[in-house]
């Protein structure tokens, strides 16, 4: 199972938007809902943003935001604040009922 | 609250075993399927295995399948991953994670902090 093909890096200044892509296949993101983004810091655990899709758990704020077109995944972060800075990675069920992650992004708040 | 605390990393050798635990407290552990998920230094994450809450599905990553096992013990509310015939490559911290509740491919809701695993000679 190939991994979930992300953009390396992005940046963004306090206050913008950005959106961070993840792009598979029919037999991962395009085929399934259960489509999930993680922030992590370094040196720290992941923490989930997004589940399914487009939901966010409880606490996360609502600055994130996740939908899918294809097989295309992404994640959307509005009014960057400094503490945004982080790796991002998403990722998927597939049909071979296993899990596959994207290489990760590092977002940069400029 | 909810609490994950691996253990049982270290250092070991090409070829041998080592088991790893997690401990959950702070929910109903038989309700949530469980997985491990590793990152190498410096590396992205890579998810290793599942295990559903009654642990009767369990799948796994190619890169570990036929040398790791996931396990576990519901009356003592851990989570284990038997990890055989060891490489070089294995070598990361391995965290374990929790579902939502309605799925277990909807997950990561919960990890641990992670135990690092070094393979080497």
């Known amino acids: 199972q190939s991994a979930l093909t992300q953009p390396a890096s992005v940046s963004g200044s306090p206050g913008q938007s950005i959106t961070i892509s993840c792009t598979g296949t029919?037999?991962?993101?395009?085929?399934?809902?259960?489509v999930s983004w993680y922030q992590q810091h370094p040196g720290k655990a992941p923490k989930l943003m997004i589940y399914d899709v487009s939901n966010r758990p409880s606490g996360v704020s609502n600055r994130f935001s996740g939908s899918k077109s294809g097989n295309t995944a992404s994640l959307t972060i509005s009014g960057l604040q400094a503490e945004d800075e982080a790796d991002y990675y998403c990722?998927?069920?597939?049909?071979?009922?296993?899990?596959?992650f994207g290489g990760g992004t590092k977002l940069t708040v400029l | 609250q909810v609490q994950l605390v691996e253990s049982g990393g270290g250092v070991v050798q090409p070829g041998r075993s080592l088991r790893l635990s997690c401990a959950v407290s702070?929910?109903?552990?038989?309700?949530?399927?469980m997985h491990w998920v590793r990152q190498a230094p410096g590396k992205g994450l890579e998810w290793v295995t599942v295990m559903s809450y009654d642990g009767s599905n369990k799948y796994y990553a190619d890169s570990v399948k036929g040398r790791f096992t996931i396990s576990r013990d519901n009356s003592k509310n851990t989570l284990y991953l038997q990890m055989n015939s060891l490489r070089t490559e294995d070598t990361a911290v391995y965290y374990c994670a929790r579902d939502l509740g309605d799925s277990q491919w909807s997950w990561g809701e919960y990890w641990g902090q992670g135990t690092l695993v070094t393979v080497s000679s």
């Open positions: 702070g929910f109903m552990f038989s309700s949530y399927g």
């Open positions: 029919s037999s991962d993101v395009g085929g399934y809902n259960f």
């Open positions: 990722s998927s069920y597939t049909t071979s009922s296993s899990v596959v």
